[in-house]
């Protein structure tokens, strides 16, 4: 993995730019092994439910753009205190530059992530390594 060549600001994500969120989250899913045998349409009303209610209940927009570009968004990830990683977004021409582990930098050891995607193995067995952390697709649906 290299380095961003750019200055990479993370921040919350502001109301406006949830949209992105659920188009990219439940789109890029839809092509998971999770979502195999599940009708498109059926996966995508019932997924963007479950984004909708995570975010009500707390879950925490992250957002990476260029330091001079704040509106141009390169990827994104959504966090529930303490522990949980719900999912991280890098659009693909900024991929393998780092900017999925800034997003992620402030998940403690020992996290939880809900979502797996099999092109992410890398990045998935890396912070499994480094930071502990573990599978629990259950907490999607609650935290409590």
Do not use: C
Request: no cysteine.
């Amino acid at each position: 993995m290299q380095e961003a060549a750019i200055d990479i600001v993370v921040r919350d994500g502001r109301p406006d730019e949830e949209a992105l969120v659920y188009k990219s989250w439940v789109g890029t899913y839809s092509s998971s092994l999770f979502a195999r045998g599940i009708s498109r349409g059926l996966f995508e009303e019932r997924h963007t439910k479950l984004v909708r209610d995570i975010l009500k209940r707390g879950g925490v927009i992250r957002v990476a753009h260029a330091a001079e570009e704040p509106d141009a968004i390169l990827g994104w990830a959504v966090i529930e205190r303490p522990n949980v990683l719900h999912y991280v977004y890098v659009k693909e021409p900024f991929r393998r530059l780092g900017i999925a582990r800034r997003l992620v930098a402030e998940v403690p050891a020992r996290f939880r992530f809900t979502h797996y995607h099999q092109n992410a193995d890398q990045f998935v067995n890396k912070f499994r390594g480094d930071k502990g952390g573990m599978y629990d697709p259950y907490l999607a649906w609650s935290t409590r």
